[in-house]
């Protein structure tokens, strides 16, 4: 289990889900505009939230345990940390007792949810488990299905999982690594033509093609998220910064590319100033960083 890259991951997750909450669902920036950070402190969202939650558990546990997680996810939610309404009465209901797989699976007249909530958060889980990334795709699936039961909903996150474990250990071929692993999908179909797009392309237009999160669907985040990592490897703020660029989601997104930009380059690789900007992380979930 590599701790060291799963908390260095949560740190780029939370800076990137801070600095994006300001640009959340803004349009593309225009031709020839400044990118300027937003004023601190950062406030983090429910993406942070629930990735410390799902953190936590995987230091406690070494797993994901579905039952504990849930009962995680719902006696921590906070109702001004940005949750979404069907995570909502998700999280409300689990909290008044009623079990998270009726929960889960009633969302959406019954087919579950494609949200990318599960996979805004999962990315310290691909770090976590980054020696074996078949485990890392199946921890990704239990908690995913806590919250997402929808096919897509898991499939984001699969892919964000895997792209965060193979990052831990280098970066080549990132998008193909993560491909190789995924069944048939919206989400797999995207990242199947984000591999054509080269790493330089104006990410405003890689999100035209992928999507930019406007939806809040897993098939119209993920795809754009990683190709966005797999540009930047090295460059955490140049990657938070083409997540901003491309407008949309830019929260969950920023949370996704920082998550698995920082499993590769660490704490060090995120400016000391951003982490400082952002606010500190729950009280009950403390980490020297």
């Known amino acids: 289990m590599n701790v060291p890259a799963a908390e260095a991951s949560l740190t780029g997750l939370s800076v990137g889900d801070a600095l994006g909450a300001p640009f959340e669902m803004k349009p593309a920036m225009p031709d020839g505009a400044a990118f300027e950070l937003p004023p601190a402190p950062w406030r983090w969202t429910d993406d942070t939230e629930m990735a410390c939650s799902l953190l936590l558990a995987l230091e406690r546990d070494g797993r994901v345990d579905q039952d504990r997680l849930a009962q995680a996810f719902a006696s921590r939610w906070s109702a001004d940390r940005g949750y979404g ?149 090295d460059d955490y703020p140049g990657a938070l910064e083409a997540c901003v660029r491309a407008g949309g989601d830019v929260d969950s997104m920023c949370a996704i590319v920082g998550g698995i930009v920082a499993a590769h380059v660490g704490t060090p690789g995120i400016p000391s100033a951003w982490i400082g900007a952002r606010e500190q992380l729950p009280d009950w979930f403390q980490r020297p960083e």
Do not use: K
């Not at 998700?90 to 889960?104: D, F, K």
């Not at 488990?129 to 699936?141: N, T």
């Not at 919250?147 to 250990?169: D, M």
């Not at 995207?190 to 093609?209: F, L, N, Q």
């Open 85 to 233: 309404r069907g995570a909502v009465a998700l999280l409300q209901s689990i909290r008044e007792g009623v079990p998270w797989r009726s929960a889960a699976g009633a969302l959406f007249s019954g087919r579950g949810s494609a949200g990318n909530g599960a996979a805004m958060r999962v990315a310290p889980l691909g770090a976590f488990f980054s020696a074996d990334p078949d485990l890392a795709a199946r921890e990704a699936v239990l908690q995913a299905e806590v919250t997402h039961r929808h096919p897509e909903g898991v499939a984001g996150a699969v892919a964000v999982a895997l792209a965060a474990a193979h990052a831990t250990t280098g970066t080549d071929n990132l998008l193909r690594q993560v491909l190789h692993y995924l069944p048939p999908s919206d989400v797999r179909d995207g990242i199947g033509r984000a591999v054509r797009i080269a790493p330089g392309t104006d990410p405003r237009e890689a999100a035209a093609d992928l999507g930019n999160g406007s939806h809040a669907l897993a098939q119209d985040t993920v795809p754009f998220a990683l190709w966005v990592a797999a540009a930047h490897p």
